[in-house]
């Protein structure tokens, strides 16, 4: 079906033919979804609903008069966890790749759970929460499956995919009828990846609107247009979101005290009685507990092996500052082509600054980038 004139299909991969709706443009169309809903049938209602691919919520803020002159459609983000992570982009591919990886290259899940269970090194970055023998768990069954979504949670997403790119390109790459799916995932691969470093820097994003294209075209070539979802284009804000407001939103604020409350302290509650007191005052424990990792723009050693000195000089294994937390074993990605390993830090007190005590991978993999 050939599109209207003057629109372009969701497969479009060349974002800057589409133009940004302003603030008013979106207080108009939900006073005219409003209008509908009051004044004639529910179908027309729908049918308003779908031509406009906007959905009407009698509680949204923006009808507020009150706190519409505070709060403008614009300062609300496409975040990137829902976009990628969270039923997002990860989910589909990973799904839609397994798929194709066993109709094309006859690989059977016991291949990818073998790989998965080798004797893997843990590393204490982001992807480290699963210890080495507990990988092939990313790929049981429930979460993995021909014909659907990969049913992993943010976390289980965030592990997998480098995985399965990895697995893809050093196991499936002899398959010449998987190459451009090994390439639509890796091009995913280096969005999220892209991403995340934004998330420390968020002078990094730039480009990543770029990255997203690439992937979009490439995803379009590999599974068609109709595997294409909205996300793919709600993404693409995520660039220009990011360097208007100088920092990288991912979720709504106390969002990530859901799994808390589901995997944390429910479980340890066995009575109904009081469920609400006992709840909040766990919470506070829990967020006390973890109130240290917060040191604003404050530089905090962790784990302290040596203090003492003539010099005052202390060494320890590990700091946390504004970027977050940085101990032994991480990895900085300093340059496409150079890496850092992290083996301590320093604080010398008579000068008041903190050195990390580095050293360089002699071999980085691309994948890395």
Known sequence: MAAMVGSYPITT??????????????FEILQHLQHVKNTESLTSFK???????????????????????????????????????????VNCEVGLFWTEAVRLAGVQSGQLEAFLNCPWKKTTSIG?????????????NKLLREGQDYRGDAGQCLDILPLLGFFAEHVL?????????I??????WQVTTHILTAKNNF???????????????????????????????????IEKQTLDSKILLDCFPGERKNGI??????PKITRLQGFEKSILLRFLEWDLANIESCVGTTTVLKQELQQGSKDGTTIAKGLVCRWGEIKSGHILLMKPDEALQVVGCIKRSLVSAFRLFLYMLKTICECYV
């Not at 991969?13 to 979106?26: G, H, L, R």
């Not at 790459?173 to 799916?181: N, T």
């Not at 979009?216 to 793919?232: I, M, N, S, T």
């Open 13 to 26: 991969a060349d974002f800057s033919v589409f133009n940004a709706i302003d603030d008013n443009t979106v």
């Open 47 to 89: 049918t308003a609903q779908t031509l406009f691919g906007w959905t009407l919520n009698d509680q949204c803020c923006f009808l507020d008069p009150g706190l519409s002159r505070y709060l403008q459609p614009s300062a609300c983000h496409y975040d990137a966890m829902h976009c990628y992570w969270s039923n997002g982009q």
């Open 128 to 140: 480290g929460a699963l210890s080495p023998h507990s990988l092939k768990s990313l790929v049981s």
């Open 173 to 181: 790459a002899g398959c010449a009828e998987l190459g451009p799916h």
């Open 183 to 188: 390439k639509s995932l890796c091009a995913l």
């Open 203 to 237: 002078a990094a994003v730039r480009g990543l609107q770029n990255l997203q294209s690439k992937h979009l075209a490439l995803f379009v070539e590999c599974y068609g247009p109709d595997k294409v979802r909205p996300k793919h284009h709600f993404a693409s804000h």
């Open 261 to 266: 409350f589901k995997n944390q302290l429910c």
